[in-house]
């Protein structure tokens, strides 16, 4: 991969134990004893500070493959008596709200260790062996489970509390502590990220997404499982494929994307969290605005869906604006006229070329069907032409000579459109085609899998 997108640990100065320096007067006054049991204190209490506890980004290991390297969202709420409450909703937990209290404490072992030292059903699920993973597809002959840890470093931990950074023991990767709102029901807060994170990525969308770093663009594609394929634009996905899972969070109203490894930049500058934009529907680098993930473009995922065999389709039920309305409505009525009842237009590319398809029922539904040329142009990223080149058969002749509506409905579809995503730029299931020269000239295409 270009080496914009080489990733690195978030590092470096700023996750330091500055947050502890200066603050205990006459150290050396103290026991070694005593200073284990001041430094124990002080990151005990740095937990306990949020009332409502934390939103852990957990990332058990450093694999490239669900569920292994995928990150989950787990809260925790450390409570003075040592006690700790954690709960998640995730593959793991098969889709259910699981959650446990157990203890924990913070040790000291080369520097400050949080431990779960007793046994939690949220927490030791990432690490124990004989975790019940036999919903998720890949050999755990192991015997390590998913192979997490229940021990972390604690790397920083700043006196304001506003966030900390801690790393597995054993695994090494870095789990970033955010705090959690006071009353926000844990349900309620995993089931809304969840939620959101399935609106923006999921694997029912027929859609890839779009990275963008500088001047760079990247595919982030396959991103349902929170493990995306990223690579350049006109690269291979399997020889220039790198992975980088992620995590969503929610602090107030806005929707955070941050990656297990930071993006490094050329200019050595790093990217690693992106905040949602709900006007532009994209995510925005914290760091720097040139920094986006965003929906596919839209003209060249009709083009690759396309010539990859899938098809899109226009129904009575289909939104449109009211110069096509007016041509379909036209179409139904002299269907109807001779007892045909009109099911769809398709547009799809066949074995010799694009081609226009009417579908109707007769006759006891029995299914009818003809085909009519097309053309079609990718005229930008999110603009095309879509023209009609006519009959292509006798019976295609025929049915325009007796219904001659058809021809018009399949030249009010043609012309040159800019393209738009009525759900979401991020699910492309849906397409609208605004006429670059009639308002009134615009429709709604369904994606469909070709049968």
Known sequence: MNKILSVSLLLGAALTFAGCAGEEDDIFDQSAAERLNAASDLYSSRLEAQPNGWAMQLYPTTDNAAPFGSGYLVICDFNADHSVRVAMKNSLSNGRYVEDTSNWDVITDDGPVLTFDTHNDVIHTFAEPDVDLSSISRDHGTGTGIGGDYEFIIVDAPEDASYMMLKGKKRGTYNLFTPMEQGVDY?????????????????????????????????????????????????????????????????????????????????????????????????????????????????????????????????????????????????????????????????????????????????????????????????????????????????????????????????????????????????????????????????????????
Not at 264 to 293: H, M, R, W, Y
Not at 349 to 371: C, L, M, P, V
Not at 379 to 386: E, P, V, W
Not at 425 to 436: D, G, I, M, W, Y
């Open 187 to 451: 349900e309620s807060y995993l089931d809304d990220v969840n939620n959101f994170t399935a609106s923006k990525f999921s694997s029912t969308f027929p859609n890839g997404c779009l990275l963008t770093l500088k001047d760079s663009v990247y595919h982030f594609d396959g991103a349902g499982d929170g493990l995306p394929n990223i690579y350049g634009i006109n690269e291979d996905s399997v020889t220039r494929g790198n992975f980088n899972p992620f995590l969503i969070t929610k602090r107030g109203v806005d929707y955070y994307i941050r990656f297990r490894d930071a993006f490094t930049l050329p200019d050595n500058a790093t990217e690693q969290e992106f905040k949602f934009d709900s006007i532009a529907d994209k995510f925005i680098g914290v760091n720097d605005t040139a920094n986006s993930i965003a929906g596919y473009y839209k003209a060249r995922f009709i083009d690759e869906k396309l010539n990859a065999g899938r098809r899109f389709q226009i129904n009575q039920k289909s939104e449109m604006g009211a110069t096509v309305k007016a041509a379909l409505d036209k179409v139904i009525s002299d269907f109807r006229a001779r007892k045909f009842t009109f099911q769809n237009v398709t547009i799809q590319k066949g074995d010799d070329g694009y081609e226009f398809i009417i579908n109707w029922t007769q006759n006891r539904n029995a299914h009818a069907s003809r085909t009519y040329g097309a053309s079609f142009t990718v005229d930008g990223n999110d603009a095309l032409t879509l023209r009609f080149t006519g009959e292509t058969n006798s019976g295609g002749t025929q049915l325009l000579k007796v219904v001659p509506s058809v021809q018009t409905l399949f030249e009010t579809l043609a012309g040159s459109f800019n393209l738009t995503a009525p759900i979401s730029n991020f699910n492309l299931s849906q397409v609208r085609f605004n006429s670059t020269t009639d308002p009134e000239e615009w429709y709604v295409v369904n994606y469909k899998l070709r049968k």
